[in-house]
């Protein structure tokens, strides 16, 4: 297989046009947000699989915890979509706390080398997303 440079990157554009695309459905912040965990959900099996099947738990081609911690992001930040700029912020925060894995996604990382282990530090790097937009939109009062 070819790496791809960026793939975290690209499946993170990835899971923004994703919940864009699931904006347009005009569904309910519950609907949205189940959907998004039915997706985490079987992130745990489709990249334990893709672990397996690359001899690597969490192998560059594996974008699917990228593509659900972008949406997880994006479901709990209030009027994302009202902005270029906040879905641009929420887009580079995530970046940076998936790529530096900032405790405990670095301890997640290196404990579980399997598919719940792939997709929980894209959690906590969702989480530490969520509260640092929070934090900004509210420090700058971003409306």
């Not at 994703?18 to 005009?26: A, D, I, N, W």
């Not at 947000?33 to 969490?58: M, Q, R, Y």
């Not at 405990?104 to 290196?110: G, R, S, V, W």
Request: proline share 3%; hydrophobic share 60%.
């Amino acid at each position: 297989m070819i790496p791809i440079p960026g793939s975290g990157t690209w499946g993170s554009v990835v899971g923004l046009l994703l919940f864009l695309l699931l904006e347009l459905f005009k569904f309910s912040w519950w609907v949205n947000l189940a959907i998004i965990i039915w997706l985490l959900v079987i992130g745990f099996h489709i990249c334990e699989s893709a672990g397996k099947s690359f001899t690597k738990a969490d192998h560059s081609a594996i974008v699917w915890d990228e593509i659900v911690g972008m949406m997880l992001v994006l479901v709990f930040i209030p009027d994302i979509t009202s902005s270029w700029f906040k879905l641009l912020l929420a887009f580079l925060f995530f970046r940076f706390f998936d790529i530096f894995k900032i405790p405990p996604a670095k301890q997640i990382d290196n404990f579980w080398h399997n598919g719940f282990g792939v997709m929980l530090d894209d959690v906590v790097a969702a989480i530490y997303t969520i509260i640092s937009m929070i934090i900004i939109l509210h420090i700058f009062k971003f409306s």
